[in-house]
């Protein structure tokens, strides 16, 4: 018989049993998780594609990014925010807090570390996790990369031949390099509204593409957190009746949002977010810049034209110097993970919240629940207290005989 492959003895080579879940996804929903496996006395493995934890908010984010919610909505599970940090602490504060975090818990992810393919191997009961250097088998297999893993690049014609810069706001920092610019910002979320605002500071005339209707609410009622207020309000109310009742607080505090071309959902905000994951926008002053003008909404682009020029649903044209995406991310699940259908096409669990994150034969799914950090929190306790069951009844991490 012949010798096997020389990469299939270096995959051989560079294996490695990991006595405990592999974690794929260094970000909070990973550090969660390792993190209450530890407070049990189970260890894991994190694998990590970035050279660095919560890669997305240290590499993808704009500087003047804030927390939407208030900070006791957004700390991870087993340790709180620092007491001197403001209500809504900056991307800056967050990063540090992750970072504290993982040395509070002596987390130590492996870096540069993609997977480029994992797979439950049912004769050895084993995960196969393979990534550009090594292949790692564990029991269980935690799928930590979250819903936000690859930026949305939507299809618009003529887009490829613009000649002015194009970037998704994964790679925008500041308005500064866009100082006195006519930039089209595509899109109306959270992050399109905060990159339409910032441009505004420094005097460039953004014009926001709103393609479908938005929810817009007050960031605060009274000093109050919008959402906290919501949140306790579900303890007594039915969904739609709490909706309405925030709907009512918006239209008091904000005004029309239809005179200004953003149209509302016919669905509730807490309704569609439930349903969908569309987040309603959390207005921090960009409403202001549309009433005074220097924000400008537009309806959906048609075409991008080689002049530099953008043709609208409503028969204007006009030029400009950049565009700007805040089209949002996608999961990337099913590009690595195989043999599982837990998983939609889209890389979402099938099963909706809150029992999104168990599947079969050790899967497990955190940062999926379409319900931010604290939807992550939950997933994450859940997870760890059903592996460390498990891991009771074994030796070493194996069945007791």
């Not at 130590?108 to 084993?126: C, H, I, M, N, W």
């Not at 682009?301 to 530099?308: K, L, S």
């Not at 809150?354 to 992550?376: C, S």
């Amino acid at each position: 018989m012949g010798s096997p492959p020389r990469h299939e003895e270096e995959e051989e080579a560079n294996s490695q049993f990991v006595n405990g879940p592999v974690i794929v996804g260094a970000g909070p929903s990973g550090l969660a998780v390792a993190a209450c496996l530890l407070e049990h006395g189970v260890s894991s493995l994190i694998l990590e594609r970035s050279d660095c934890i919560a890669s997305l908010w240290q590499e993808k984010t704009y500087d003047r990014l804030k927390l939407h919610l208030p900070k006791h909505f957004c700390q991870l599970p087993l340790l709180s925010f620092p007491q001197n940090f403001p209500k809504y602490p900056t991307k800056y504060q967050f990063i540090s807090y992750m970072e504290s975090y993982a040395k509070h818990f002596s987390i130590g992810p492996k870096f540069k570390q993609s997977v480029s393919r994992a797979e439950y191997d049912f004769v050895t009961g084993l995960w196969r996790v393979q990534t550009q250097d090594s292949v790692y088998y564990s029991r269980w297999l935690v799928v930590a990369t979250g819903e936000n893993a690859e930026p949305v690049i939507p299809e618009i014609p003529g887009m490829e031949s613009f000649p002015g810069p194009v970037i998704h706001t994964s790679v925008y920092k500041s308005g500064s390099e866009f100082r006195n610019q006519r930039v089209l910002v595509v899109g109306c979320g959270n992050s399109g509204m905060e990159v339409s605002l910032d441009l505004c500071r420094y005097n460039a005339s953004p014009h926001m593409v709103v393609r479908n209707s938005v929810h817009v609410l007050p960031r605060e009622v009274f000093g109050l957190s919008t959402f906290a207020i919501a949140i306790e309000l579900l303890k007594w109310l039915p969904i739609k009746v709490v909706d309405k009742l925030l709907l009512l607080v918006a239209n008091f505090t904000l005004g029309s949002t239809e005179r200004l071309g953003l149209r509302r959902p016919k669905t509730g905000p807490i309704e569609l977010k439930n349903a969908t994951g569309k987040t309603p926008v959390l207005d921090v002053g960009a409403l202001s810049q549309i009433k005074s003008g220097r924000i400008e909404v537009m309806e959906g682009v048609r075409e991008i034209t080689r002049r530099g020029s953008a043709k609208f649903m409503d028969g204007q044209e006009k030029e400009f110097d950049s565009i700007i995406l805040a089209t949002g991310y996608k999961s990337n699940v099913p590009t690595w993970l195989k043999g599982t259908d837990f998983f939609t096409e889209v890389g979402m669990p099938k099963a909706p919240f809150p029992n999104g994150w168990k599947g079969e034969n050790g899967l497990y799914a955190v940062g999926f629940t379409r319900r931010g950090i604290l939807g992550t929190s939950s997933d994450a306790v859940n997870i760890a207290r059903d592996i460390v069951d498990q891991w009771r009844t074994t030796t070493n991490g194996w069945k007791s005989s």
